[in-house]
């Protein structure tokens, strides 16, 4: 299981675009990256995955480089309201998923 | 189509006592997978289930926990003789199969060992 490096913690001002980069050295290569979002009190919540080069969706953009052994999740214009812990995961899914820390982001006004 | 579902919500219980969490997938998912969560900490993997069976059980604790996940009805994590160590959040997750497909997650059952 590839294991995941993230910054503990981040903070932003509201209207910013916030970058959150994870590092994974030992990507295998049927990993793919996923990354959540967990508010207080809540259960996680998917974002986003990929496996190579960009994907973007309705709420944020996934960055990975072609050796793999990084990516980085984008959210454009952040709020109040993305004020959350996110979760890097590296795997093939299903089995052992693995949670780390996460980075823990604090949007200000 | 309902989201994972998972009851109690808040369970309190005095050491010694047995805990009963249900979880109950979303509909069509046949993998479900229980997570352990402290505050101000990620989630640990505990157990990975399908239908009527165990298929990765590494996370959990050898002794007073067990996990099943029957033909009919909800996903359910016992914890026997609980213990004040024992107190956090519970999580459930469910997926449509195994792979890359996300997972899931409930609620959360907040369990207090008094």
């Known amino acids: 299981l590839a294991k995941t490096t993230q910054p503990i913690s981040m903070d932003s001002y509201e209207g910013q675009e916030v970058n959150i980069t994870c590092s994974h050295n030992?990507?295998?290569?049927?990993?793919?990256i996923t990354w959540y979002q967990q508010f207080p009190s809540q259960g996680p919540r998917f974002i986003i995955q990929g496996y190579k080069t960009k994907v973007t969706n309705e709420v944020a953009s996934l960055f990975i480089p072609a050796d793999r052994k990084s990516s980085t999740l984008s959210l454009p214009r952040v709020s109040l309201s993305d004020t959350a812990v996110y979760y890097c995961l590296v795997g093939t899914g299903g089995f052992k998923t693995i949670f780390g820390a996460g980075t823990r982001l604090f949007v200000k006004a | 189509n309902a989201g994972v579902m998972q009851n109690p919500r808040h369970l309190v219980r005095r050491r010694g006592q047995e805990a009963r969490l249900r979880c109950s997938p979303m509909k069509g998912h046949s993998h479900v997978y229980w997570y352990r969560q402290l505050p101000e900490e990620g989630l640990k993997f505990m157990v990975y289930?399908?239908?009527?069976?165990?298929?990765?059980e590494s996370g959990m604790p050898k002794e007073r926990f067990s996990a099943e996940f029957p033909k009919e009805g909800p996903s359910i994590l016992r914890i026997q003789q609980v213990v004040r160590g024992d107190s956090a959040a519970y999580f459930c997750?469910?997926?449509?199969?195994?792979?890359?497909?996300?997972?899931?997650f409930g609620p959360g059952t907040r369990l207090t060992v008094t």
């Open positions: 289930l399908q239908k009527e069976n165990i298929i990765d």
């Open positions: 030992n990507i295998a290569t049927n990993d793919y």
């Open positions: 997750a469910s997926s449509p199969g195994q792979g890359v497909y996300e997972q899931y």
